[in-house]
C-alpha cells in the first residue's frame, strides 16, 4: 500500500485538502496527514478544523511514496517557511519520489527548489514563481515526479490523478466511477 503525507498548515485549503485526503483513502492509499506543529487541531482558511493524525516532525520520510500540499494562503507560506517541510520535499525530490502541490502550493515547492520547469497553480501564484513553464490549460500538471493543480474546483481531478499515478488505471476508474466524476480524464 503507498503511504502519502498532507502535510497541514493553519489557513489550508480546505476543499483541496480534505478532497485530495478523501480520494486517494478511498482508493486504499494510506495518508498520513501531519501539522506542522505539535497540536492536532489545524484550521483551514474558513474555519473548517482537521484533527493531524501526527506532526510533520514524527513523520519517517523513508516509508512515504508521496507528499502532497494543499493550497490556501497563509497554509502555503507556513509550508513554504517550515524548514521540516521544506526538507521533505529536498530528500523526496532527491530520491525521484513522487511530489504534488496545488492552488498557491506550487509557492513551496519552489523555495525548496524541487519545482519542475512545466507547472500550474492558482492565477496570480506563479508571478511569485515564474511565468515560464506555468500553463493555465490544464487541470494537473504532471513535469518528471511533480504534479501540479489549479485550485478548489480542480482537487478531485487531481486527487484521482494522484491515485492513478500510484494505483493504476484500473483503481483510478473504480474511485472515478463511484464519485461520479466524469469530467475528470
Keep these: 500500500m503507498s503511504r502519502v503525507l498532507v502535510p497541514l498548515a493553519d489557513?489550508?485549503?480546505e476543499i483541496e485538502a480534505i478532497s485530495i485526503?478523501?480520494?486517494l483513502r478511498r482508493g486504499d492509499i494510506e495518508v498520513i496527514v501531519a501539522s506542522l506543529g505539535?497540536?492536532?487541531e489545524v484550521k483551514g482558511a474558513h474555519g473548517v478544523v482537521v484533527l493531524a493524525d501526527t506532526d510533520v516532525?514524527?513523520?519517517d520520510v523513508a516509508t512515504l511514496d508521496?507528499?502532497?500540499l494543499p493550497g490556501g494562503w497563509e497554509g502555503t507560506l507556513a509550508l513554504r517557511d517550515d524548514e521540516n517541510v521544506q526538507k521533505i520535499l529536498q530528500i523526496m525530490d532527491r530520491e525521484a519520489k513522487l511530489i504534488g502541490a496545488i492552488c498557491a502550493a506550487p509557492l513551496a515547492l519552489h523555495t525548496a527548489g524541487v519545482l519542475k520547469h512545466s507547472y500550474t497553480c492558482y492565477p496570480t501564484v506563479?508571478?511569485?514563481i515564474r511565468e515560464d513553464g506555468f500553463s493555465d490549460?490544464?487541470?494537473v500538471v504532471q513535469d518528471?515526479?511533480?504534479m501540479t493543480s489549479r485550485g478548489p474546483a480542480t482537487a478531485m481531478c487531481f486527487g484521482l490523478q494522484i491515485l492513478k499515478k500510484l494505483s493504476g488505471k484500473e483503481k483510478f476508474q473504480e474511485v472515478k466511477s463511484a464519485l461520479l466524476a466524469t469530467y475528470c480524464n
Design 137 to 139: 490549460k490544464e487541470m
Design 126 to 128: 506563479e508571478t511569485q
Design 11 to 13: 489557513g489550508f485549503e
Design 21 to 23: 485526503i478523501d480520494v
Design 57 to 59: 516532525n514524527s513523520v
Design 38 to 40: 505539535s497540536k492536532k
Design 66 to 68: 508521496m507528499i502532497v
Design 144 to 146: 518528471a515526479n511533480v
